[in-house]
Structure formats: structure tokens, C-alpha cells
């Protein structure tokens, strides 16, 4: 049996129109310039989202972390053990008795603040990339997207 094809009319609308591949080409884009920016100090920028959500929250669940940053459960495990290991953050059960709770070390301390300059490199780059008009308005969708979710 043949494949039905797509119409010309709805695969040109989508590729016009569609969000998701727009969203996906600035992560990409944007993730790139940050990774780039940290990669001297051994750190991704999704590892330095964890450090800075950890030090402004912690100790904090990995089941509250996933839920603030929208992570799947083994995208975050991958990255805690690499920083586990790093000496970033320790791990310890939670009182619960459930799960895990993360926290910083002295080392994640640091690694924190060593990587500021590296990381101020990157948002002028990545402001200049969007132009400060659009950068502002992402800034305001996201915010606006976490209150919508409740997760800030």
C-alpha cells in the first residue's frame, strides 16, 4: 500500500507557521552559545540551570526540580550524577523518605562563581544574536509561561 502523501498546501502552512520548529531552532541556537561559553569549566548550561535553581532553593527534591525545569526523570539523573561526580552537589534521601534532595557543595559554590563571567560573555551574545527588543520579549513569554504553570 502506497503512503498518502501530505498536500503541498498543509506542509507549506506548517512549515510556515509551525511554533515548536521555531522554539526548537532558538533552543538549539541559544543552548549552543551557553554551552560554548561554559565548556572551559567542564559545565553545560543545563548543568548550570541546575546549579543556580540548587543554590537558590536548596535542599531541593529532584522531583520538585524536574517539575520546575519541565525535565524528564533520566535527563536530570544523567546530569546530577555528572555533577555528583564533579563535586558540584551532594545527594542525600529526602525526610520523606521518598526520593532524593540535592544541595551544594563548596565546590558548586565556586563553580558557580567562576562561571559568571563566562556565563555574562554568553547572554551579551546571545542578546546581540536576538537584538535587546526580542530578548525582552522572550524573557516576557517565559515568565509568563512559568507563571502559567506555576513553576516559579
Wanted: net charge positive; hydrophobic share 40%; with cysteine.
Amino acid at each position: 500500500m502506497a503512503k498518502k502523501k501530505s498536500t503541498p498546501h498543509a506542509s507549506q502552512e506548517i512549515a510556515n507557521e509551525c511554533l515548536a520548529v521555531r522554539v526548537r531552532l532558538l533552543s538549539r541556537t541559544l543552548t549552543r552559545i551557553y554551552d560554548e561559553a561554559l565548556r572551559p569549566l567542564g559545565m553545560t548550561a543545563a548543568q548550570m540551570n541546575l546549579l543556580v535553581l540548587v543554590s537558590n532553593h536548596g535542599p531541593i527534591g529532584q522531583a520538585e526540580i524536574s517539575r520546575q525545569l519541565n525535565l524528564e526523570k533520566s535527563t536530570l539523573s544523567r546530569n546530577v550524577e555528572r555533577m555528583r561526580t564533579q563535586g558540584w552537589i551532594v545527594t542525600s534521601p529526602s525526610g520523606a523518605g521518598r526520593g532524593r534532595v540535592l544541595d551544594l557543595t563548596a565546590a558548586g559554590v565556586k563553580q558557580l562563581e567562576t562561571s559568571r563571567p563566562l556565563w555574562d560573555a554568553a547572554q551579551v551574545e546571545a542578546r546581540g544574536l536576538l537584538g535587546e527588543r526580542d530578548a525582552r520579549s522572550l524573557k516576557r513569554i517565559a515568565d509568563s509561561l512559568w507563571a502559567t504553570l506555576g513553576q516559579n
